[in-house]
Each structure stands twice: as C-alpha cells, then as structure tokens.
C-alpha cells in the first residue's frame, strides 16, 4: 500500500493555498473533464468554505508550547542522486515511436487480430436484409469488439477479395436495436483490403518531424529526451530530500500534539486537493485512492488524518525555528507575494486573489514561512548521495568482468 507521505501533504496545501483551489469555482470547471464523476466531485469541492477556530493558525499560537527543539543544523540524510540510464532513455523513445504508428496496406497474408480492413458485408435476417446491416468499404479494426460476437472473429484468416457467410445471433439484450436481440442473422463479407500499424524507425526525419524546437537529429532528440528525464529525476529527488531532511527534523523534536483544529484544517484542505485532483481524472475521491493508493475509504481517511496530524506538528516544529533563526515573515512580504501571486495565476488583484483564498489567506504566511525552513534546513544539512544501482552499471561491470577473464586466459595461454 503506497502511503501519502508527509511532503506530499505539505505540498498538496501549499498549492491549494496558492492557487485558490476550492474557493475559485470557474477555474475548477474550466480545468476538470465534464463527466457526471467529475462534476460531482466539483460540486463537493466548491462547498461553502469551513470557518476555523482561531488556534488553527499559526498566527494565533505560542508555538514554544507546543514544539521542544533538537538537532536541527547537520541533520545526516543519504540519498540515491538523480540519474537517468540508456535504458530509460530507449524505453521513452520507444514509447513515443508507438504512439505513432504508420498504416501500410498488406498484400501478402490473410487477416489477423489487430489490422484495419476494409469491408464490405450485408446482413439479412430470414434471407431479408435489414435497416443498419448493409455497408461497403467499411473500415474495421479486427479485436475492437465493434460488431456483434463471432462477426471480427470470423474475418480473421480471410484471403483478400475473399467472401464469407457468417452465421450468428445477435444478443439478447440488445440496445442497439432491441427488434434484433436474439435474432440469428447470416452476414455475407467481401474483404477488400488489409491494414497494419508498423512503428516508424527513429531517423532524422522522424525527429524533424515532431517539431522540437532546435532538435533534428537522432543525437539531439535523444539528448533531449535525456535532459527531459533527468530533470523529472532531479525533482523526484528535491521532494525527497526535503521529505528526508524534515523528518530528520521531526525525529530530533518533541512536539506537543498540534490543536485539533489545526489538525482537522489540514485534513479538510488535503481532502479538498485529492478531491480536485481525482476530477481532473473524471473520478470521485474514492475511486482514485483505490485506483492510485489501493486504499479502501477507511484506511485512507485514517492515513490522511494521521498524515494531516504530522504536518500540522512540523509547522510548529518549523515556526519554532524560523523565531531562532530569523526567517519569520513580515506583512509586507506576504503582500508583495500576493500580488505577484496573483498576477500569475491570472486574477486581476491581489484583493481578487485573497478573496478566491477565502479563510485560508489567514494561513499564507505559514506557508511561505515552511519554504524558507525547508530551504534553510537543507542549505545546513549534511547530504550523502549514492550511485543508483542501474543496468547501465551492470552491463558496465559485466563487460569489465568479461575482460579481466579474457585477459587472464590471454595469460595463462602466454604461461603455458
């Protein structure tokens, strides 16, 4: 089971409260797919916004009551450093020379699973055909599952310019045409031609022709696609090294548990997020923890309450720090980051941007503040990085084996 770790809870509230995500209803609907899941999850996340007691912000607590610091200057962390193998690099190529397949027209074999073929056929029922039955040069992909059961099946091993009868029973139910179901039904099929997807070769016109800019050969794409998946890699490790170092952190503190209301805001604010994110997939919150976490309700409303009680306490355990190391936010900062907050995610004001913010602008400066921590506490950190265990490596270590025992044979021979 895949728990929801603490930086993603951080970050997950950091961007609901930056971008306004559950107070700006038109952005939702603009960015979620219409379906009936989605717009249920809308709805829910476009509810009336929750008013909290006062101890659920910062602003309103004395964090020494509740935070005993540790170490937190040189905590250790060691961690995989960020590298993309050659096998990776292919593999992503590979994908992308699939999701571009050419039609060739085949000549020399009879039809298989997977070809396009163009047909054409007529159904008659008691020798009778019948509306919707009849069609030439009609295109059809043998496996889509697209006609009746025994219809694809029965063009597959045809000859081209062959014609077949097929005998078979339209299905009961059957809501295409409820006059039909049941039905047997003789279907006469001429197959004209035959289709094949065959992947394209990686060559500099492949490449020219995808459009990237400053990037026409082999060589450079597959630099760019290197790059490309060495910076998804190097993100990947910046979250899970601020993951590593706060709990670090956490474990040299002692914190009091965070007030309920605290704990209760975060949760409701992660809830709201993955309710947001699941519409954007067109599914209700469930449907996605099950999908991406394999997590019944209860276990994830369990692990999002615990995950939610844990960021609460490392913002108190970061606001204590901030205080002794001066990295506390003024008013004025908050402002300046508000208008050009704003600006960037396109509301016309700051006034507008606080007002899509809702109850939540009261926890902005928490936010900011958490980012100036976690970029203080790695900045002091002692980080070890690791060589990944790769294939690249392996096939390294493999030749260089192969080589000392060729040259010990060499020797030997030499010996003898």
Known sequence: MKKIGITAVLAALLTMMLTGCGSNAETQKSTAPETEESSEAVETETEAEKVYADEAYLDYLDVDDYVQLGDYIGVEVTLEAPYVSAAQVESYIQSVLNSYPERQEVTDRTAQNGDTTDI?????????????????????????????????????????????????????????????????????????????????????????????????TVDEYRQYVHDGLLESAQAQYDLELESAVLRAVYENTTVKAAPEAMAERYYDRLVSNMTYQAAAYGLDLESMMMYFYGMEPEQYETDMKASAQEAAEQILMMQAIAELEGLTVSDEEIEADLESRASEYGYESADAYKEALGDEVKGYREFMMSERVTAYLIENAKITQTTPETEDAAETTEEAETAEEESETETSAEEE
């Open 120 to 216: 054409n056929f007529v159904g008659k029922i008691d020798g009778v055909a019948f509306d919707g039955g009849t069609a030439d040069n009609y295109e059809l992909t043998l496996g889509s599952n697209s006609f009746i059961s025994g219809f694809e099946d029965g063009i597959v091993g045809m000859q081209i310019g062959e014609t077949k009868e097929l005998n078979l029973t339209f299905p009961d139910p059957y809501k295409n045409n409820p006059d039909l179901a049941g039905s047997p039904v003789v279907f006469t099929v001429t197959l004209n031609k035959i289709y094949e997807n065959v992947t394209p070769e990686l060559d500099d016109a492949f490449v020219a022709d995808l459009g990237i800019e400053d990037v026409t």
